[in-house]
């Protein structure tokens, strides 16, 4: 919440992209969020009165990108709910719901692809399946991936592993190696 914006920190700084997200105003950090990040929450955050295809569309709609549905479209066949687009939330799936916001996270091509959790309200193989789609939207947009997640082995899969214990860093390291701050 803080790396996007969406909270405002307490103490110290958190900076992205050469902003201090502390000094800027709701405005100015509403079109940083726009223009520059995608977010995946673990609990979808998909407008119950919207098609998958309306949910993946809504960011580049408020940004008056004239192409929206077409690449919202584009954007849902790559996670492969092309022939679920006018479906409703309630008529998907778990795993189909996090395959949607996704896409709606992606549909931008943002520079940083926030993912909180992302696989923490799935099965095995759904959870599985998302972060495989996860890395290749990473690949595919050759977006930054900051990834929360509680799970050991998706953690290994990451350049950079940060971990927390009670608010404070307790390790800070290149994948495959602990080199301890504590």
Same mark, same amino acid.
């Given at each position: 919440?803080?790396?996007?914006?969406?909270?405002?920190?307490?103490?110290?700084?958190?900076?992205?992209?050469?902003?201090?997200?502390?000094?800027?105003?709701?405005?100015?950090?509403?079109?940083?969020?726009?223009?520059?990040?995608?977010?995946?929450?673990?609990?979808?955050?998909?407008?119950?009165?919207?098609?998958?295809?309306?949910?993946?569309?809504?960011?580049?709609?408020?940004?008056?990108?004239?192409?929206?549905?077409?690449?919202?479209?584009?954007?849902?066949?790559?996670?492969?709910?092309?022939?679920?687009?006018?479906?409703?939330?309630?008529?998907?799936?778990?795993?189909?719901?996090?395959?949607?916001?996704?896409? @709606?996270? $992606?549909? !931008?091509?943002?520079?940083?692809?926030? +993912?909180? %959790?992302?696989?923490?309200?799935? #099965?095995? =193989?759904?959870?599985?399946?998302?972060?495989?789609?996860?890395?290749?939207?990473?690949? @595919?947009? $050759?977006? !930054?991936?900051?990834?929360?997640?509680? +799970?050991? %082995?998706?953690?290994?899969?990451? #350049?950079? =592993?940060?971990?927390?214990?009670?608010?404070?860093?307790v390790t800070d390291a290149d994948a495959g190696t602990?080199?301890?701050?504590?």
């Amino acid at each position: 919440m803080l790396m996007g914006g969406l909270e405002r920190a307490t103490g110290g700084r958190v900076c992205a992209l050469g902003h201090d997200l502390g000094r800027m105003s709701e405005d100015a950090l509403a079109r940083l969020r726009r223009d520059h990040f995608g977010v995946v929450f673990q609990s979808f955050h998909l407008i119950p009165t919207m098609t998958a295809l309306e949910n993946v569309a809504t960011p580049l709609e408020l940004a008056s990108a004239p192409d929206a549905y077409d690449r919202a479209v584009e954007e849902l066949r790559a996670v492969g709910l092309a022939a679920r687009a006018q479906h409703y939330p309630a008529e998907l799936s778990g795993g189909e719901q996090q395959r949607v916001a996704l896409a @709606r996270a $992606a549909v !931008t091509r943002p520079d940083i692809l926030l +993912a909180d %959790e992302p696989t923490g309200n799935l #099965d095995s =193989v759904n959870g599985s399946a998302i972060v495989e789609m996860l890395f290749g939207l990473r690949e @595919r947009h $050759a977006a !930054t991936l900051v990834l929360v997640t509680h +799970a050991p %082995e998706l953690a290994e899969r990451c #350049d950079r =592993v940060i971990r927390l214990r009670d608010g404070h860093i307790v390790t800070d390291a290149d994948a495959g190696t602990e080199a301890d701050t504590a």
